[in-house]
């Protein structure tokens, strides 16, 4: 089975930057586009960003500017730099293939205080 673990979170105060990776295991990683997702208490999990196998990006609106996915196809690593951290930017974040699976890794928990 494909596994996707997270790692990266942490403890950032607003302003900040953060860089969050990603590796995917038992999968065409080179093969399929990626995404990055969060999901804060009591809210739906939300798509944040998305990378083809490309390299071509898109953004949600929220945090267009800030933040930039990419990805390394060699070494089969998903990341996302977030820079000027806001509060509402405070989540668990996963990491996703686009291959029409719904499996998901553990997340990796952003915290925003100052």
């Known amino acids: 089975q494909v596994q996707l673990v997270e790692s990266g979170g942490g403890l950032v105060q607003p302003g900040g930057s953060l860089r969050l990776s990603c590796t995917a295991s038992g999968s065409i990683f ?12 009591g ?26 996915i990419s990805r390394d196809n060699v070494k089969n690593m998903l990341y ?7 509060p509402e930017d405070a989540a668990v ?7 029409g699976s ?13």
């Open 30 to 41: 080179s093969m399929n586009a990626m995404g990055w997702y969060r999901q804060a208490p």
């Open 93 to 99: 974040y996963y990491c996703k293939i686009h291959d």
């Open 80 to 86: 996302l730099q977030m820079n000027s951290v806001k």
């Open 102 to 114: 719904s499996i998901w890794g553990q997340g990796t928990q952003v915290t925003v205080s100052s």
């Open 43 to 68: 809210k739906e999990r939300e798509l944040v960003a998305s990378i083809t196998r490309g390299g071509y990006s898109n953004y949600a609106d929220s945090v267009k500017g800030r933040f930039t």
